[in-house]
């Protein structure tokens, strides 16, 4: 937790720095004393800095040095003190720089030049304000130096401790005999833990039953304290206790007929069968057969008799004294018997142990006396236990095939993805069903610190149990035997949980040999780890979706033996609550298996079979989620991994990450949205070279790399393979872990469901959910809205959530809040402070106009969007918002199929209130202003106002309807052209008249990257034609109402990525072709009303191209992809079909990285099985996929 806090504060101080360096660059503003404060806070805060710097290394060092050791408490509550007062120091010089000139003008002046104004008291505010905060910072000064948080010498103690570390390594005893085999068996006995039929002792072990072993299961006993004569090297009760315990247990003496039996030295057939025949006797209780005759019998006559007595009935044979010599006789002789039943070996050395079980074989810890002794069970693995897939991991598993199998000559490859998502037994299974690729297997776990010889000694247990001889031990050089075997022998090896490049460094110089048949896979939670080992070859095991989690929980749950005895109505009661657990299981296994184990304890507890002890246990399993797992289950290594991971994280993506706990649990979040509140938090700021939206993306970049968020796609046009992502999701086993730190140091604060009144409580952030009951009193008597910095409404819009306490509030967003008015809105507007950079209305379908003079005084503001709202109009005030770079207006298009036409939803209401709140044409009669603007909005736009152009800091606009403003929108025009980093355009209403304008104005924007044009009914083929060279910068482009061909210059757009097609009339063939051109083209989004004779076809090329789309009507008869492996990067063919359509598709085998196949809207039943059809034939090993688009539960379904 201190890791955490420490990484925000270092965020919180870095940011006051430039905050405070920027107030004092404002020389002409400040007044002498104001100045000299400043410079005093900038220089503490550069001292507070460095604390920092040294409080988390000392923090890492204690950990790494006593990874149990508890939180230094002090350093923690002092460095939380620096992140408080580094947030209202921010705060309080953000008030400095963004004061009025006017008024720093009327302070400096003297009084009798002008008497003292209104804004004076503001002024007074602001330098009492930071006089308080060097007060504070003063202060806090004196207490570090009173409790002497940070040791002095802590520097010199970390040279000192280098150094012994430096020594302790040249100088380290050698590891005692076995202490590798014990650390590698332990290492899988654990991994082992939990799984299902997986035994839990010998007892367990002996009554194993499986179609798949063999007659009788062989399983070795071995202990490490153990020397080879059979003695223990302590007083520990010896393995021979443990075997005894199994083998007078009451349920083993009923069902086995049981022999104990010391082998002759050396081994002799005869006197062998001899002394078991005698000791089955003692144990069957048969009477008839004497010690006499026995010893009179013949090998022959003693085989006969011991199968007479052992009949159809299990036998249970313990041998001691094994030997070396004799294994290989013994074993070979007990392979002949046709009995089934259990065989256990008192092994006196790990190499008879694995000789006797076999290889590959499982361990299972029996008893652990002290770190270095411990009786093991080694027996043979299940191979149906190899074999089963994973759930949900079947494409996975084809797909990681298909790799090794492609790079069959390298000499390594990686696995990566975050802790506890698979990857270890993903790969085992793949092993399981391939068990002849390789001659001899080994897996390792890396130890930390990372020990080469340890592991190598670790890796002879698999390859070479022999090797482990004491004769040998004492000896051999466990690398290089391990080198010779590789080089020898084709072998898989399998390195689990390497964390540094440097440790891939060791084992690549001492193992790997390119000239060898032999395979590495390195297992890793770090993607740079991965890449560094392997470049060719990575593997990237992701979360599991929902539904796949789903069936992961119910086969866990519902398939244990404790659900078959559960009620109906506890397993309703489960039924309940598990979709909601379940999704804060982020879809990472290992955590969905806890918490099925915990539900299964839960019900297996529950013997009086009530429900209502069992509601309160899910229910607070649900809400205290991450407690509750750190406190019911196995899982320290996730939660202690999880914590070095936020560790690890750069501090400027700390407040990233702990932002994104705002967002309910499995919601859906706009990346554009995610990015620009990041930008008005301060998150992200720019610099020489990159401006701050552009670093915002490259912090969202990280977050996906991190698997902290993952890309989603809610419509048919969001694909996300590095085409862009539109919509993102937050993990929620991350969420859940974020919120529970977010709410403890009060970054976030959360109403949900009914909130009881408590202390007040000053966050950050506060976050409304929709389920709350919106209970007023506990919202004004439970939080210190002072410091507040962003407010989030999900739900229903109250009027009490905001009020002028909110000083400092940079963050209003209410996307798709109910209940918004326009009454509402202005009386909104005039509580809001001018510090607000952020304002987000869309969705909000009843607000119809923005409030005038309100909205111009929010002079700080970045970011507007009123996208699907009723507003026809902005105002014209917005032209004051110099720092507007962000505006988004206008309603969401859509396409009809059918008429082959987009449809544009009406707004709310009759625009006349919006009508009567623009100040520039309130002289025009009602009706002449009303209609044009609610054509302009059924067309996809909203009007500007005149003079936008003075917005220079603009680089998002759309989407503006060029055709009411006068002369054919000449002026939109004009102003356009004046937005010189305006990168990114929407516009509508394009037609024959005004289409040369345009063109004109597109020529200005050299640097233009996105464009997005709605033509109107009348315009005409060809009215693009005019703009003679494209924007070369431009990615993405969409034409919306295109006739009869395109733009002659679509074939010159070399960097465009992604292209958007809306025709209303035939799209020729040969148009197509053009677009398969295109050199990077990676998502083609086709609206065609009709294809050219009924039939679409695609060639060679699109060389690039990763995503098509295809809408299409009952006209449309086929679609076909010919040539030689045409659009070799296909990976996601989506088609919306409409009107019953009777496509039919060809050549999809054809398309190599083929993945998915997506069908949406109405269509015969023939399409689907006809492509079914043709994706059973494609070549791959790992077939694509077909799904559906559910409308009922408003998602992707997988049907073939």
């Known amino acids: 937790m201190a890791d955490l806090v420490i990484g925000l504060a270092k965020s919180s101080v870095e940011g006051t720095i430039s905050m405070v360096k920027a107030a004092m660059e404002e020389e002409d503003k400040v007044q002498k004393n104001m100045r000299r404060d400043l410079l005093l806070i900038s220089d503490e805060f550069e001292m507070m800095r460095s604390f920092i710097k040294v409080a988390g290394k000392q923090q890492q060092q204690e950990q790494e040095d006593e990874p149990g050791r508890a939180e230094n408490d002090m350093t923690t509550t002092l460095v939380k003190q620096v992140r408080k007062v580094a947030i209202e120091a921010e705060d309080c010089i953000e008030s400095v720089i963004y004061l009025d000139r006017s008024r720093w003008w009327h302070r400096l002046r003297p009084s009798f030049f002008m008497p003292p104004a209104r804004p004076l008291a503001s002024l007074n505010k602001v330098v009492a304000d930071v006089e308080m905060v060097k007060t504070r910072i003063q202060a806090m000064g004196q207490r570090n130096k009173r409790y002497n948080c940070i040791a002095p010498d802590f520097g010199s103690k970390q040279k000192l401790a280098a150094v012994d570390k430096e020594g302790e390594g040249d100088h380290a005893a050698p590891p005692p005999v076995y202490c590798h085999a014990v650390a590698k068996f332990r290492d899988a006995s654990k991994m082992k833990q939990g799984e299902d039929g997986t035994p839990n002792n010998l007892t367990e072990l002996i009554k194993l039953k499986s179609d798949d072993r063999p007659p009788h299961q062989v399983v070795s006993v071995w202990s490490s304290g153990e020397d080879e004569d059979g003695t223990t090297a302590t007083t520990m009760t010896p393995p021979a206790a443990i075997i005894k315990e199994a083998y007078e247990n009451p349920e083993i003496c009923s069902n086995f007929v049981r022999a104990w039996v010391s082998l002759p030295n050396p081994f002799e057939p005869h006197e062998f069968f001899r002394r078991l025949l005698l000791s089955c006797l003692s144990t069957s209780r048969r009477r008839g057969t004497t010690v006499k005759e026995v010893g009179e019998m013949l090998e022959d006559q003693l085989v006969d008799k011991l199968m007479e007595i052992l009949g159809d009935k299990r036998c249970l044979l313990v041998l001691e004294g094994l030997t070396r010599r004799d294994v290989n006789i013994v074993m070979e002789y007990l392979s002949k018997w046709n009995t089934s039943g259990c065989i256990i070996v008192h092994a006196q050395s790990i190499e008879i142990a694995s000789l006797c079980a076999g290889h590959p074989s499982q361990v299972l810890e029996l008893r652990r006396f002290s770190d ?360 929620g086993f991350f969420r859940e872990y974020i919120m529970s730190v977010s709410m403890e140091e009060n970054l976030v604060f959360e109403l949900k469901g009914r909130c009881k009144m408590s202390l007040e409580r000053m966050g950050q952030h506060l976050t409304i959910q929709s389920d709350w009951d919106r209970d007023e009193n506990v919202f004004d008597g439970s939080i210190d809205v002072s410091r507040l910095r962003s407010l989030t409404v999900f739900g229903e819009w109250r009027p009490f959530f905001v009020s002028n306490k909110m000083a400092v509030l940079r963050v209003l967003d209410l996307e798709g809040t109910s209940g918004v008015k326009d009454e509402e809105l202005k009386k909104m507007m005039l509580l809001l402070p001018p510090l607000l950079r952020f304002l987000s209305l869309r969705g909000c379908r009843e607000i119809t106009r923005l409030p005038v003079d309100s909205l111009g005084h929010l002079r700080q503001l970045q970011t507007l969007d009123v996208r699907d709202t009723s507003v026809v109009a902005l105002p014209s005030s917005m032209t004051k918002l110099q720092k507007l770079e962000y505006v988004r207006a206008g309603p969401t298009i859509s396409y009809n199929g059918d008429k082959g036409t987009i449809e544009i939803p009406p707004p709310h209401e009759p625009c006349r209130s919006s009508c009567e709140s623009s100040v520039c044409c309130r002289r025009l009669p009602l009706v002449s202003r009303c209609q044009p603007r609610r054509h302009a909005y059924m067309a996809g736009g909203v009007e500007v106002p005149r003079g936008i152009g003075k917005l220079s800091a603009l680089h998002t606009l759309g989407v503006v309807h060029i055709s009411i403003s006068s002369a054919d929108g000449e002026d939109v025009m004009e102003d356009l052209k004046k937005l010189s980093q305006l ?218």
Not at 405 to 414: N, Q, V
Not at 432 to 452: C, I, T
Not at 1064 to 1078: F, K, M, S, Y
């Open 983 to 1200: 990168h990114k355009l929407g516009v509508c209403g394009v037609n024959q008249r005004n289409s040369q304008k345009l063109c004109s104005t597109i020529l200005c924007h050299g640097h233009l990257q996105s464009l997005s044009v709605q033509l109107d009914e009348s315009s005409q083929a060809g009215c693009l034609d005019v703009i003679s060279e494209p924007p070369q910068s431009l990615q993405s482009l969409k034409l919306y109402g295109l006739v009869g061909k395109l733009p002659v210059w679509t074939k010159g757009l070399v960097n465009l990525r992604k292209l958007k097609l809306q025709m209303t009339a035939i799209l020729p063939q040969d148009e197509v072709d053009v677009l398969g051109t295109l050199p990077k083209l990676k998502t083609l989004c086709l609206w065609l009303k009709e294809f050219q004779d009924g039939k679409l076809q695609f060639g060679s090329g699109f060389t690039k191209l990763f995503v098509l789309e295809i809408s299409c009507n009952s006209s449309s008869k086929i679609v076909s992809f010919h040539g030689t492996k045409p659009m070799a990067s296909l990976e996601v063919l989506k088609v919306r079909c409409c009107g019953v359509s009777q496509l039919q598709f060809s050549g999809l085998n054809g398309c190599p990285d083929l993945t998915e196949v997506r069908l949406r809207g109405t269509y015969v039943g023939t399409l689907k099985q006809q492509v079914q059809s043709q994706l059973a034939q494609h070549p791959a090993s790992s077939k694509p996929v077909l799904k559906e688009w559910d409308i009922v539960l408003k998602e992707w379904k997988t049907v073939y």
């Open 372 to 731: 270095e002794h411990s009786v093991f069970a080694l027996y043979k693995e299940d191979g149906r236990k190899h074999t089963t897939e994973p759930v949900g991991r079947q494409t996975d598993l084809g797909s990681l095939h298909f790799e090794v199998a492609l790079h069959r000559k390298e000499t390594a490859m990686s696995v990566w993805g975050i802790a506890g998502v698979g990857k270890s037994s993903m790969v085992k299974s793949w092993i399981g069903g391939h068990p002849n690729l390789f001659d001899k297997f080994g897996w390792v776990n890396a130890s930390h610190p990372f020990n080469l010889k340890d592991m190598s000694w670790r890796l002879l247990v698999d390859l070479h149990p022999e090797s482990l001889d004491r004769e040998h031990c004492e000896t051999q050089d466990p690398i290089k035997k391990c080198r010779e075997l590789l080089c020898t022998h084709k072998c898989l090896v399998v390195i689990d949980g390497l964390q540094f490049t440097r440790e891939w460094d060791l084992v690549r110089d001492a193992l790997v040999s390119g000239n060898s048949g032999s395979f590495l896979i390195v297992i890793t939670n770090e993607k740079s780890v991965a890449s560094y080992c392997a470049k060719r070859i990575m593997f990237n095991v992701k979360s599991l979706e929902h539904e796949e989690a789903f069936d992961l929980f119910k086969n866990k749950v519902y398939g244990n033996n404790v659900a078959t005895v559960a009620s109906e109505e506890e397993k309703q009661v489960v039924d309940s609550f598990s979709r909601e657990i379940v999704a804060k299981c982020g879809g990472i296994p290992k955590v969905i298996i806890a918490v099925a184990d915990i539900l299964n304890n839960l019900i297996a507890t529950n013997k009086k079979k009530t429900t209502e002890g069992l509601v309160i246990q899910c229910m607070k399993l649900r809400d205290e989620f991450v407690h509750e797992m750190e406190k019911k289950t196995a899982l320290p290594d996730l939660f202690t991994w999880v914590k070095s991971y936020f560790r690890n994280c750069e501090d400027f993506l700390k407040p990233c990450i702990f932002y994104l706990s705002i967002f309910p649990l499995r919601r859906i979040i706009r990346r554009r949205r995610l990015v620009r509140r990041w930008v008005a938090e301060g998150y992200s700021r720019a610099s020489k070279d990159r401006t701050a939206e552009e670093k915002a993306e490259e912090f969202m970049s990280t977050l996906i790399k991190l698997s902290m968020i993952h890309p989603v796609e809610v419509t048919t046009s969001t694909v996300y393979f590095g085409v862009g992502m539109h919509w993102c999701q937050v993990n």
